[in-house]
């Protein structure tokens, strides 16, 4: 076997790009309506940078909404790769292990959309060279946002590492180095739980917000963490087994089901345990749950929601409960898009906002995101499908052993 060389990694990095780029007709379409999402962000980005956030709906009383809304969400969906790594690599368990990737790659394109969501949440962004070492000071470890910047940062680079290592080792036709690559597959691990973790810990220790400040917000955001993510694999592996000549075996997307049901019964329980401190303390800190489920002084506009995310919650707690319908397609499906309905607005609209509502003088400020949040979100979403779609593109025909090295034609590349 040739020796790593500069000469490889180009010829590697060249016919990966090339394969990126072609496709079926429907795969270009998708790039090109991505294409078209990305550029419309950037469009209202570059009028947010103009005007500043004062044309977001953002204000002193609710100055966190839509985009922290969206990285607290994303941060979760990333850390779910664990569940794939664990029975992967902790039990060898040969059915996931096959498709423990796919896990990786979700994470690396969660994360980059995830420090989206924050950059554009920062009103001057070009002080941003202020955390950055040497320039500036990360402040670390007194502030919790610096630690949040570096785990989630370590996170990703390790995600990168892992893959890059993986696919250019499967382009080359050799195996993965197991003393390299594993060590740093079981590093993530903990380093999932972290950036989830620390996220928790950056709104449960603002005192002066009682509605995030519980002590169960980390194992919270992790159970439901642990919902989301694989929901979304769950039928990324349907669309792989039906466009592609990948096998995923049922019995790995019925045990990765079997695990969701478990991570949704405790985060419902927690939920409820949360619920019953409330309303049983019946503190003047109750305002705020108050105002998420039944409305205050005639302000209403979270409660549809709120219920609507319990509702999809528990509805897809039952149906992954029972094995009847959790191996049956369509429930299944069913099943993963209520997950990731509820998850997204719990971690969204029924966190941020009633956390700043009533503010801290008992303001009542109802948050609806402007249309230029909303063109910002789409096109962050876009990049990110647009980045976990061209891995795929890659990390596919290399796992099939239909790209290697040498194959001038690459065969017939995977749509």
């Not at 019925?254 to 309303?279: Q, V, W």
């Not at 700043?356 to 789409?378: F, K, N, Q, S």
Request: glycine share 6%; proline share 5%; net charge positive.
């Amino acid at each position: 076997m040739r020796p790593n060389t500069t000469t490889d990694t180009l010829r590697f990095l060249g016919g990966s790009t090339r394969l990126a780029f072609t496709g079926s007709g429907y795969y270009l379409v998708w790039l090109a309506f991505l294409g078209v999402l990305i550029i419309s962000g950037v469009l209202a980005y570059l009028d947010q940078l103009k005007h500043g956030l004062i044309i977001t709906n953002m204000r002193d009383q609710v100055s966190w909404a839509f985009y922290i809304g969206n990285f607290t969400f994303l941060v979760g969906v990333a850390a779910a790769a664990v569940l794939l790594v664990i029975p992967a690599y902790v039990y060898h368990w040969k059915p996931i292990k096959e498709i423990a990737i796919f896990g990786e790659l979700l994470a690396i394109s969660s994360i980059i959309m995830a420090l989206l969501f924050v950059a554009v949440d920062i009103g001057r962004p070009d002080r941003a060279w202020h955390l950055m070492p040497l320039l500036g000071s990360l402040n670390i470890p007194r502030s919790l946002l610096a630690w949040d910047v570096l785990v989630l940062n370590a996170y990703l680079v390790l995600n990168v590492v892992i893959v890059w290592h993986l696919l250019y080792r499967g382009y080359h036709r050799r195996p993965y180095n197991a003393n390299f690559v594993v060590p740093l597959l079981l590093l993530s691990i903990p380093a999932a739980v972290s950036i989830h973790t620390v996220t928790a810990f950056v709104y449960n220790g603002m005192a002066a917000r009682p509605f995030w400040n519980a002590s169960i917000l980390a194992p919270k955001f992790l159970a439901s963490a642990f919902c989301s993510g694989p929901a979304i694999l769950l039928i990324l592996f349907q669309i792989l087994s039906r466009t592609t000549r990948i096998r995923i075996k049922d019995e790995a997307i019925h045990k990765i089901a079997e695990l969701m049901a478990y991570a949704m019964f405790i985060n419902l329980f927690l939920f409820g345990a949360e619920i019953f401190k409330e309303y049983y303390s019946d503190t003047t800190h109750l305002v705020h749950t108050q105002y998420l489920y039944s409305g205050l002084h005639g302000h209403k506009a979270l409660v549809p929601y709120a219920w609507a995310s319990l509702a999809c919650s528990v509805t897809a707690f039952l149906l992954f409960l029972i094995p009847a319908t959790r191996k049956r397609w369509i429930t299944l499906n069913i099943g993963c898009l209520l997950i990731y309905a509820g998850v997204y607005i719990e971690k969204g609209l029924a966190l941020v906002i009633p956390g700043m509502t009533p503010d801290t003088i008992g303001e009542i400020y109802e948050y609806v995101p402007t249309l230029t949040e909303i063109r910002v979100g789409a096109g962050i979403f876009a990049l990110g499908f647009l980045v976990f779609s061209i891995l795929c593109k890659v990390a596919i025909p290399i796992i099939q052993g239909t790209y290697q090295d040498g194959d001038a034609a690459m065969t017939k590349p995977s749509s």
